[in-house]
């Protein structure tokens, strides 16, 4: 049989779930809720840090967190099937929301410690359940942080000041108790994504821009080439202090203000690996831009021909992919009615994507599942929702 892309659960299936879940672990019935999804970027890869523009959509994969004051007790007790289909729980005090074992509570309790409203919650039961694949380059940690902070808001009844607060503090989170040094991008279009737009974001004033994507003759394929990535490594520290230290080399507070013409006028001044990671920034920000402008015409060649570039200049340049992404975009390519394809995210693994018209999904579906040597899985996706209470 011919391969299919992955069946994505509705938001209330999830929801359902999730009561279920709480029900059944803690005895009584939970009383607030919160969705937020995980995020494909398009394109304007590793420039979130550098001050750059990025161009991401939500995706209809969501992770939803439900809860309620506990019954007794001064402790916070979660639990996850948001992982591997296995369960697992975490358990500590409001007192004590500092990192530690498990690692993966280390993300919700960042949410926790960061609330603007922290003071104000009460000890409180939660599950997390979710359908964003882990590990794969689509922000499952921003989708995680975001549906906490969102349920903490609706458990308290206390929303945060604005928008970019919340998706501020929900990076802090990542940044304090996971160990992630990561740009704004996932938790703003975590929190911010709207169903038929994607979302150019400048990283430098926080503004954002939305982009119709509404068109239903086209469409986004994610393949996930299930080669996992773990970023808490050397690697994305590596490339970020790289770019940071450019920045300073060059007279420049970020790596926003520099052209490719001004690093070529100091190439003299870097060693020959760190010239390509800059390279690649320099090039990427006005790519990012362009295809934006591009998308909102309907000009699906040149946005394709952009991705195709992107994807070359982080495998060349920047150096984050891996063969199974080269194999996936390659293949992708080979077949009509493909616009472009790159690898997303962090790299080393993870997702590809890939615009493409619609008509041409299942022949590359296919396609991509012949030529490539792993075992991929594919989701076929539109612009969603960011952020929402669900009603419990």
């Not at 840090?49 to 007794?72: C, E, I, R, S």
């Not at 882990?134 to 009844?157: N, R």
Request: negative net charge; contains cysteine; hydrophobic residues 40%.
């Amino acid at each position: 049989m011919a391969a299919q892309p992955n069946e994505i659960p509705a938001l209330e299936v999830l929801v359902e779930k999730a009561k279920t879940l709480f029900r059944e672990t803690y005895g009584y019935e939970a009383s607030a809720g919160g969705a937020a999804p995980g995020r494909v970027n398009l394109i304007g890869e590793h420039t979130d840090y550098n001050m750059g523009l990025v161009f991401p959509m939500a995706l209809p994969l969501v992770t939803v967190v439900v809860g309620a004051a506990a019954k007794d007790g001064d402790d916070c007790k979660v639990t996850s099937a948001a992982a591997t289909g296995e369960m697992m729980s975490a358990q500590f005090s409001l007192d004590s929301t500092q990192p530690g074992e498990p690692a993966w509570a280390n993300y919700f309790k960042g949410v926790v410690h960061h609330f603007h409203a922290a003071k104000s919650l009460p000890p409180f039961n939660a599950v997390i359940v979710g359908s964003v694949p882990l590990g794969g380059g689509v922000s499952s940690s921003a989708s995680v942080e975001v549906a906490t902070y969102t349920f903490l808001e609706e458990l308290t009844a206390d929303k945060a000041a604005s928008e970019k607060d919340k998706a501020l503090a929900c990076q802090a989170a990542e940044h304090s108790h996971a160990g992630m040094p990561c740009g704004i991008m996932d938790q703003f279009i975590s929190v911010m994504g709207k169903q038929g737009a994607a979302l150019l974001i400048d990283c430098k004033t926080l503004e954002a821009r939305r982009v119709p994507f509404t068109d239903p003759s086209v469409s986004v394929l994610i393949t996930n080439s299930n080669v996992k990535h773990k970023l808490t490594g050397s690697e994305y520290p590596e490339r970020r202090s790289a770019c940071l230290e450019s920045a300073v080399v060059l007279g420049k507070e970020s790596l926003r203000d520099v052209s490719l013409a001004m690093l070529e006028e100091n190439k003299d001044k870097f060693d020959e690996v760190t010239f390509r990671r800059v390279k690649h920034v320099v090039t990427e920000i006005p790519r990012t831009a362009e295809a934006a402008d591009a998308l909102e015409i309907g000009d699906y060649v040149t946005f394709g021909k952009l991705m195709v570039a992107s994807h070359a200049s982080l495998r060349d340049d920047f150096e984050v992919s891996c063969p199974e992404l080269d194999q996936l975009v390659e293949a992708a390519m080979e077949v009509p009615g493909v616009f472009g394809s790159r690898m997303t995210g962090g790299g080393f693994g993870g997702c590809t994507v890939t615009l493409l018209k619609q008509e041409s999904v299942q022949a590359a579906i296919s396609h991509l599942s012949a030529a490539y040597q792993g075992a991929a899985t594919f989701y076929v996706c539109k612009p969603s929702t960011g952020a929402q209470p669900v009603q419990v």
